[in-house]
DNA sequence: TCGTAGGCGTACCGTACGGTACGGTTCGAC
DNA sequence: GTCGAACCGTACCGTACGGTACGCCTACGA
């Protein structure tokens, strides 16, 4: 099936990015509350320009949570000079941008668009979300197990499911209660506990898959 | 804060039963394209009634909801007679309760549902959701690990942790991309790996967990 | 038998919003 | 200077939907 999202290909004029920007700003405030009029006055455009620009809400919609999910990079790890040290280090790092993403106010926003589009038979906004989601965590993660456990530092039969724990580890429960606006767990709340948090799942982490050698 | 949930303290007549069942399964049809002429007509009552029974649309959704989600009822697992065998089974009999539940078409309605009524700063449905589900299994889960630890089977400092934990093993990223409309994980797909997946999250829980007692 | 309550079906109202049309303005090309 | 393209602002249209009103039917108690 072959999911394959165009990013940046085309890439939007600074005024475009302006309305993105205006649009992202309003579904952050008002959640799904987003009307084309509101974005047209928010960014000091006319409607037209937005219908001739992107065909309807849902194109608006999908350019914006595109633009905006594609901004999402992960800083790239190396992978020369593995060792145990630096492969923890390169886990933490995994973990502490897993979760700070996820606990962000544009990540949250996005997820809720996704989720409210995929209750409606549409799941282009979701793929988009997973993709520069979990999916491109995946994909840079797995490569780093991998690396670690031809060194014997890991050891794992599938890194899919390894990756799958260490997403189950990071998220936990955070990410759902977050979605469901859980008022118990306060942005601050969660960012505060993020460095113990990361500590603590990469710790587990190398219980789990972590070989003798790993604690050299 | 006390979030107080009341739950069929006021029972629902069997009539406004069947009212609820027919906005649930338009809510799992149409996604959140529930409208009240289309629960009139599905339920073959009038607006006006529904206008009556529920004060407005908001009222029926959460009633509809509520009504569901106080519906899932985690099988209770006794605490008498605690061994490693036995709270070994609770936990696995947890850990399938959970993802049976997720992966449940009504689950996930649900929980699309309440997030995007969170998306408007409205947290009303996110917190029933989340009391009869992730909260539920936690109440309910607490005390059996509290019990293991007593009896030497288990070893934590925090219950409140090790219950995250748990979550975070079991439910894996399988939760938000059954909300996000991964098509890649199908209903039967998920589920013919449940048993798989309880196992491992089940032996990882103890890895991390368990004292040498626990595999006696 | 009559009156009343509950409820069905339908018509109706108001509004919000997606989408279109159009006049007016700016600005660059020639 | 003139033309045209892009675009702003606003007015406008159609429709969907939340919420209300009302006429009619049925059941039931006096």
């Given at each position: ?84 040290k ?16 996820i ?27 997973l ?23 890991l ?62």
């Amino acid at each position: 099936m072959a999911v394959t999202i165009k990013v940046n290909e085309e890439t939007f004029t600074p005024r475009q990015q302006a309305v993105l920007t205006a649009a992202l700003d309003l579904l952050v405030e008002n959640g799904d509350g987003l009307t084309m009029t509101a974005v047209a006055r928010r960014a000091s455009c006319s409607k037209e320009t937005l219908y001739k620009w992107f065909g309807d809400r849902d194109g608006l919609l999908t350019a914006t949570v595109q633009w905006q999910a594609a901004k999402v990079r992960m800083p790239q790890v190396d992978r020369t000079g593995l060792n145990a040290k630096t492969l923890r280090a390169s886990i933490e790092q995994f973990a502490r941008d897993l979760l700070t993403v996820i606990t962000g106010e544009v990540s949250i926003t996005l997820n809720r668009t996704a989720v409210t589009h995929a209750a409606q038979e549409k799941d282009r906004l979701g793929n988009i979300v997973l993709e520069n989601g979990p999916l491109a965590i995946r994909r840079r993660l797995k490569p780093i197990l991998e690396a670690g456990r031809d060194a014997r530092l890991l050891r794992f039969t599938s890194s899919e499911d390894a990756y799958r724990t260490f997403f189950g580890l990071v998220v936990r429960d955070v990410q759902i209660r977050l979605l469901l606006g859980d008022k118990a767990l306060t942005q601050a709340n969660v960012e505060a506990n993020i460095e113990a948090d990361v500590k603590s799942a990469t710790d587990q982490f190398f219980v789990l898959y972590g070989t003798k050698a790993h604690n050299a």
